[in-house]
């Protein structure tokens, strides 16, 4: 008799904790779709359900909805050009929607045609002002641009500055925000 209301005592926690989940991406979701003015006059939402004793709280607020959506930060490899022996990148940042920039570094590498790495770079990209485009050049490969297959974006090294909304920026939020693109004829810039 006991070990046939366990598998169904179980299955009602599990039942609960799939309902909590559910009604917190119901509110995110709805949150996003419906936009500021909605998100402005809904109170937040909190449910406090016992489980087995414990309490679970789901808490969605608009800033936890919108915390990893920061504007985009675009770096286009627009064009590689051969200065003597050495190939240099052109990198077009465009901080559209974005806070002003104090420092944006990044950790580069360019591999030839056949994926053997030729050389790590670390770029300094910044200040970049908010709602600008700025260009920059540096050294990309000790060989001649032809011999560059792609450049990947390895990491951020360093980013200080503010979003958009007014918080400061992390490495990790800026890694999460930029967009590489490669003009048409540059090799590919990829994550």
């Known amino acids: 008799m006991l ?4 598998p169904r005592s179980r299955a009602r926690i599990a039942l609960r904790r799939t309902a909590l989940v559910g009604a917190a991406s119901c509110v ?4 996003t779709l419906l936009g500021p ?3 402005q006059s809904e109170t937040q939402s909190a449910e406090s359900k016992s489980v087995e004793g414990k309490s679970a709280e789901a808490t969605v607020t608009r800033a936890a909805v919108t915390q990893g959506a920061g504007a ?20 077009i940042v465009e901080n559209g929607k974005g806070g002003a920039i104090k420092s944006l570094r990044l950790d580069l590498n360019a591999f030839d045609p056949d994926g053997i790495v030729q050389k790590r770079s670390m770029v300094e990209l910044g ?3 908010a709602r600008k485009t700025a260009l920059r050049q540096f050294e990309i490969s ?9 450049v990947l974006l390895n990491d951020v090294a360093a980013c200080e500055g503010q979003d958009g909304s007014g918080h400061t920026l992390s490495r ?11 003009a048409k004829g540059a090799a590919p810039f990829v994550r």
């Open 3 to 6: 070990t046939r209301g366990l």
């Open 28 to 31: 995110a979701l709805s949150l």
């Open 37 to 39: 003015a909605a998100a």
């Open 72 to 91: 985009p930060l675009r770096i286009e490899l627009n064009k590689l050009e051969t200065a003597g022996e050495a190939c240099k990148a052109i990198l």
């Open 127 to 129: 200040p970049v002002p």
């Open 142 to 150: 000790p060989t001649p641009c032809a011999q560059v297959g792609r």
């Open 172 to 182: 990790e939020s800026c890694l999460e925000r930029i967009e590489p693109s490669s």
